[in-house]
């Protein structure tokens, strides 16, 4: 049981380029979310989705794209990077009801920087 | 709308010290909490919930939370700190869209 895996782990882009950052869950929650740690300022949410097809905005969604086409994957895209970007990403997953409702399971986290 | 203060983003403690970390909250609802735990370089880790059973809540490693709705506080403590539970602590409260909302965190070091 792998929980909540993040691809890549580390990444560097230049001003304007693109790329997806991936998460996979293997424990087939409902509720998946991307999040964003900025040293002082705790994690952000950016956006998340409460089912395959469903998705919504964080408190921080400018320059992030998301979409869910399967129950499994949440990929989160930036669409042309800046530096304000430069952060820690983690993808979280829980699930919709029983004794797991409300408790995130996170990533190991994906470290962005873009020059 | 819901909201985490975390009082403190650096304590240190010795070795066998109380551990204290505060964290207020603010939820037009009654809310659900957590603490979680992130070592260097890997994730969050859940610690303790509060989910509106008993206020007084234990997690793992020997940390434990009260929820006291008066003072809208939910502080973490430990009894005698380890060097192993030297990390980042993030208090944390549920959103009315699903979500959790953090705390900016607290850095615990644990000196010799």
């Known amino acids: 049981n792998a929980g909540v895996t993040q691809t890549p782990k580390f990444q560097v882009l230049k001003t304007g380029q693109s790329m997806t950052l991936q998460c996979a869950q293997d424990?087939?929650?409902?509720?998946m979310s991307w999040y964003r740690q900025d040293p002082g300022m705790g994690l952000r949410l950016i956006h998340y989705?409460?089912?395959?097809?469903?998705?919504d905005q964080g408190e921080v969604p400018n320059g992030y794209n998301v979409s869910r086409s399967t129950t499994e994957d949440f990929p989160l895209r930036l669409l042309s990077a800046a530096p304000s970007q430069t952060s820690v990403y983690f993808c979280?997953?829980?699930?919709?009801?029983?004794?797991?409702?409300?408790?995130?399971?996170f990533g190991a986290g994906s470290r962005l920087t873009v020059l | 709308a819901q909201s985490v203060t975390q009082l403190g983003s650096h304590v240190s403690v010795s070795e066998g010290a109380l551990v204290l970390l505060r964290c207020n909250y603010s939820?037009?609802?009654?809310?659900?909490l957590f603490w979680y735990v992130q070592y260097p370089n890997q994730g969050l880790q859940l610690l303790l919930k509060?989910?509106?059973?008993?206020?007084l809540v234990k997690g793992i490693n020997g940390f434990e939370a009260e929820f006291k709705k008066s003072e809208t506080s939910f502080h973490l403590t430990k009894p005698s700190a380890h060097m192993s539970d030297a990390a980042e602590y993030f208090c944390?409260?549920?959103?009315?869209?699903?979500?959790?909302?953090f705390g900016a965190g607290t850095r615990l070091t644990v000196k010799p």
């Open positions: 509060y989910t509106s059973a008993a206020t």
């Open positions: 979280a997953s829980r699930a919709r009801g029983g004794p797991g409702a409300n408790v995130l399971t």
């Open positions: 939820s037009s609802v009654p809310p659900y």
């Open positions: 944390a409260v549920t959103t009315t869209e699903g979500g959790l909302r």
């Open positions: 989705s409460v089912g395959a097809g469903i998705t």
């Open positions: 424990m087939n929650h409902e509720y």
